[in-house]
């Protein structure tokens, strides 16, 4: 919509476009600029997410997640662990389909007899009315002619006893779904899935790259 007031109008719809030209260059610049390393530490490489910030620091070999996120541990928060890299993008990937940080929690462990029992999952995901929604566990996809990948060891266990995956079930038997997620720069490999119907919970265990 254009304002003309009296003479002065031209004056004031060119000021106006010159305005929005300048903000949309702006906006333009700040989103080539998250992609890249921190323009105030080079060391430091920046994405922003639907406002959520990511980052990961080279020097000091941490993977920055974004405020908002529940973390119970730290343990995936650093380079000390390939799988670590396989949570960091799983969160990422999160974020882009357009979760929220504060429905995400990592590491949650669960409590039997009182006390904390039962191992960690790497990500929970809770839906809008902060029901546990999804939980998945991450592994390494690396492959070679002599060993089976993280992914597929874990595969294989959960045909046969449930795997991991499914003792976080029997803890959170409200969970929707189930994911078992790898990630990698290519793969040739197809999906893998397993379908499980508790009532009106379906659980899938995903291959996706």
């Keep these: 919509m254009k304002l003309s007031l ?24 700040k989103t080539i600029e998250s992609n890249k390393l921190d323009s105030k530490n080079t060391n430091i490489y920046t994405k922003t997410i639907n406002s959520y910030i990511m980052q990961v620091d080279f020097t ?38 357009g979760y929220k940080a504060e429905s995400l929690e990592l590491e949650p462990r669960w409590r039997v007899g009182g006390e904390l029992k039962g191992g ?6 809770r839906d809008n009315q902060n029901e546990t929604y999804l939980i998945i566990e991450c592994k390494t996809a690396g492959e ?31 969970t929707k ?12 490999q197809e999906s893998k899935a397993i379908t499980y119907q508790n009532t009106s919970s379906i659980c899938r265990i995903m291959k996706s790259s």
């Design 6 to 29: 009296g003479g002065g109008g031209k004056k004031l719809e060119s000021k106006s476009i010159d305005s929005k030209s300048q903000k949309s260059q702006k906006i333009e610049s």
């Design 60 to 97: 000091n070999q941490r993977l920055i997640y974004p405020q908002g996120i529940k973390k119970h541990d730290t343990t995936t928060s650093n380079f000390s662990h390939p799988e670590n890299f396989v949570v960091f993008e799983c969160v990422h990937r999160l974020l882009e389909k």
């Design 120 to 125: 960690k999952a790497d990500i929970l995901v």
């Design 144 to 174: 070679n002619s002599k060993t089976k990948s993280e992914f597929d060891k874990e595969y294989a266990r959960m045909q046969i006893d449930g795997g991991q995956l499914f003792s976080y079930f029997q803890q959170e038997k409200a």
């Design 177 to 188: 779904f189930l994911c078992l997620y790898t990630s990698d720069l290519e793969s040739t």
